[in-house]
T-cell receptor, first 111, second 115 residues
Framework: ETGVTQSPTHLIKTRGQQVTLRCSSQ?????VSWYQQALGQGPQFIFQ???????GRGNFPPRFSGLQFPNYSSELNVNALELDDSALYLC??????????FGQGTRLTVV | AQKVTQAQTEISVVEKEDVTLDCVYE???????LFWYKQPPSGELVFLIR??????QNEISGRYSWNFQKSTSSFNFTITASQVVDSAVYFC????????????FGPGTRLSVLP
């Protein structure tokens, strides 16, 4: 039990649509990161939020965006979905002096 | 650019055997942190171990041990007396911070421990 909850667990969307994935972190975890994990590959860093501000971004286009809220929840939004966006999306949160704790992920399928 | 390589795609062992997972990394940073995470079928990544770049002392923690060699940029992970519950995908990861952020993950090694 990591204390990081992601919803939904599975999602099917059509190419071109928009999707919002949600993550709920432990109290005090003011840093949240999102990762994309394609089938059979390692997770790839999308971006990170610290105190509601984006403070790091990987090699992902602007149609991947996020929000972090004061209640330690966060969102990943993806616009104009493409087939290659099909993946497991992982949220990781941590406090000032803790390791990163990962959620179980949201499996997104784009058809 | 940072990169992590795990040359072993899949490994199968019989229960109680020892198994070593290989990891080679690339970074230009002088200070960095290496991690091993386990991903069971449920999907979440579970933290196993962490090592910083200025401490090459190898350690043992229960059934886990690791061998960090800066000269060869390797950070290998060994499970002693493997158990069926160890079956999972194992990821080696590199981070610029002690507690891990902006991880660069390797492609993973799928470990199957057979009864």
């Amino acid at each position: 039990e990591t204390g990081v909850t992601q919803s939904p667990t599975h999602l099917i969307k059509t190419r071109g649509q928009q999707v919002t994935l949600r993550c709920s972190s432990q109290s005090g975890h003011n840093t949240v990161s999102w990762y994309q994990q394609a089938l059979g590959q390692g997770p790839q860093f999308i971006f990170q939020y610290y105190r509601e501000e984006e403070n790091g971004r990987g090699n992902f286009p602007p149609r991947f965006s996020g929000l972090q809220f004061p209640n330690y929840s966060s969102e990943l939004n993806v616009n104009a979905l493409e087939l290659d966006d099909s993946a497991l999306y992982l949220c990781a949160s941590r406090g000032p002096y803790t390791e990163a704790f990962f959620g179980q992920g949201t499996r997104l399928t784009v058809v | 650019a940072q990169k992590v390589t795990q040359a072993q795609t899949e490994i199968s062992v019989v229960e109680k055997e020892d198994v070593t997972l290989d990891c080679v990394y690339e970074t230009r940073d002088t200070t960095y942190y290496l991690f091993w995470y386990k991903q069971p079928p449920s999907g979440e990544l579970v933290f196993l171990i962490r090592r910083n770049s200025f401490d090459e002392q190898n350690e043992i923690s229960g059934r886990y041990s690791w061998n960090f060699q800066k000269s060869t940029s390797s950070f290998n992970f060994t499970i002693t007396a493997s158990q069926v519950v160890d079956s999972a995908v194992y990821f080696c990861a590199l981070s610029e911070t002690n507690y891990g952020q902006n991880f660069v993950f390797g492609p993973g090694t799928r470990l199957s421990v057979l009864p």
